[in-house]
């Protein structure tokens, strides 16, 4: 990394918002990752458009990080700058449009919604990870997702071009949408929600965080859910049925709570992730003859 390009972005942003050779896992919900070349955290979304810009006119590879709930990081790290959305996270409620921008926690905006007595958003209390991330991969749980109740999205093109996105336009699917396609940045999104009872409102999201609680291995870090649910089937039920409940390799584990989870039991490497990965797909495709496809992401 050039210094000038550290110096200019230094300047941009302030110091103590740029950090070199920032190790990963203290930014993912993995615990798992190498350093970063630079980690930048821009105060608004002005400083983030002109971060993006700065990057692309130095030809300095970049990426965008949410909550990091969803991502595996190598064990060298990113060669780059890891832009990071945590203070990015206005939200503005009118009537019962919520507009919020990408950098805000999936968690807070369902305890807006809910203090205005707004629903449809309390399946996404408990996701470990912000709207920004939410509608890249249009995040789901519980039988609902972010395309019930998305109406678009901002985002930034290639060329530094804000867009509004409808509904229609971001092509939303299971686990998917245009936005890594077209290489799209969400600045902010859009959602109608409906009128509720705060009090019932409130009872589902804890309903919600219980059963979360009862079934998920909260306790260890871990990405989510490893795999995505192959059609007409789950990932977790196919990784018990062929007895790997359990299986370790290194430090990665398949959770014994949940075989939909691998966990960090505290000293796992992304090596150690990739590698049970790769068995428990090759055992699954094996017994079943069914493909499983990782859902994290992996950035180095």
């Not at 970049?62 to 709930?69: E, F, Q, T, V, W």
């Not at 990408?102 to 809910?114: E, F, K, Q, Y």
């Not at 496809?293 to 950035?299: A, F, G």
Request: one cysteine or more.
């Amino acid at each position: 990394m050039k210094e000038s390009f550290l110096k200019e972005l230094t300047e941009l942003l302030g110091e103590g918002s740029v950090t070199a050779n920032e190790p990963m896992k203290l930014h993912t919900t993995f615990r798992i990752g190498g350093p970063a070349d630079v980690y930048a955290v821009p105060g608004d979304m002005r400083g983030l458009k002109e971060t993006v810009a700065l990057c692309r006119r130095g030809e300095v590879p970049y990426c965008i990080l949410g909550k990091g709930s969803n991502l595996l990081v190598s064990d060298e790290g990113w060669r780059g700058v890891v832009i990071s959305t945590e203070n990015l996270c206005r939200c503005l409620i009118e009537g019962m449009t919520v507009k919020a921008e990408a950098g805000i926690s999936l968690a807070r905006l369902a305890r807006r919604a809910c203090e205005e007595s707004l629903a449809g958003l309390e399946f996404a209390a408990g996701i470990p990870g912000t709207l920004g991330g939410a509608v890249v991969m249009n995040a789901g749980a519980y039988g609902s997702e972010m395309k019930a109740v998305l109406t678009g999205a901002e985002v930034l093109d290639t060329d530094g071009m804000v867009h509004r996105l409808g509904l229609e336009e971001l092509k939303l699917g299971y686990r998917a949408s245009c936005i890594p396609e077209k290489k799209y940045i969400v600045l902010g999104a859009e959602m109608k929600l409906t009128a509720g009872e705060k009090e019932q409102i409130q009872a589902r999201m804890d309903e919600l965080a219980a059963r979360r609680r009862l079934k998920q291995p909260l306790e260890y870090p871990s990405a989510g859910s490893m795999f995505k649910r192959p059609e007409g089937y789950f990932a977790g039920k196919l990784i018990d049925d062929a007895g790997l409940r359990g299986f370790s390799v290194g430090g990665a584990r398949i959770s014994e709570k949940h075989c939909g989870f691998v966990i960090n039991r505290g000293d796992a490497t992304a090596g150690d992730v990739l590698e049970l990965c790769r068995q428990v797909a090759g055992i699954v495709k094996d017994k079943f003859g069914v493909e499983l496809e990782r859902e994290v992401k992996y950035l180095g």
